[in-house]
């Protein structure tokens, strides 16, 4: 009696330890998937970049610093594509940043605003920035599921024996894009 009893709580642990890689293993593909999401709207974002640009341009004579910032930034980007997060966070910042720039200036062109390609390309713009925000908020959601499993006690253990490691979060590295903007209606 004492050995099936001994049996049955050895199979008991070793069904627990599957389930909890299983766990593991789905939370590391969740963080992948997101990353991966992530990475599409990136991309989508950097191409829609040069059309911008091509448009904005003409009007824009001015501005060529801003431009080639952007270009310059763009790039950067790009060629990054295959950095941590944590590094892609910072180049996608920057490169977020001087699109912001180059929004706000653009308010100075009557012609400009007023131009279709550009009011296409600014709404695109637009949507791809809403959907890079809900990929991040999604990623950053499994990779803390993920860096729980990797962390708490008893799953710990199985991470550790099977190689599981915390992911990074994607998160905004400038402290001024953090902060509440100052409104004044005088």
Do not use: C
Not at 3 to 9: D, F, R, S, T, Y
Not at 31 to 52: F, H, M, Y
Not at 88 to 116: F, I, Q
């Amino acid at each position: 009696m004492g050995v099936w009893i001994l049996v049955a709580v050895l199979v008991a642990v070793a069904l627990y330890a599957v389930s909890l890689y299983n766990t593991l293993v789905k939370n590391r593909q969740m963080a992948g998937e997101g990353w991966s999401g992530i990475d599409v709207q990136l991309k989508r974002r950097a191409d829609l970049i040069p059309n911008l640009l091509e448009t904005v341009k003409g009007y824009m004579t001015h501005e060529r610093e801003l431009l080639e910032e952007v270009t310059r930034l763009r790039s950067q980007a790009v060629a990054g594509s295959n950095a941590s997060p944590e590094q892609r966070a910072t180049l996608e910042g920057a490169l977020s940043g001087a699109l912001g720039r180059l929004m706000a200036v653009a308010e100075n062109y009557p012609d400009l605003k007023a131009n279709e390609n550009f009011m296409a390309f600014q709404q695109a713009l637009e949507e791809t920035e809403n959907e890079i925000s809900m990929s991040r908020r999604y990623y950053n959601g499994a990779v803390r599921n993920l860096n729980v499993s990797v962390e708490s006690f008893p799953s710990n253990l199985v991470a550790n024996q099977f190689g599981f490691v915390k992911a990074e979060y994607f998160e905004l590295e400038d402290e001024a894009d953090r902060a509440v903007p100052k409104v004044s209606f005088q």
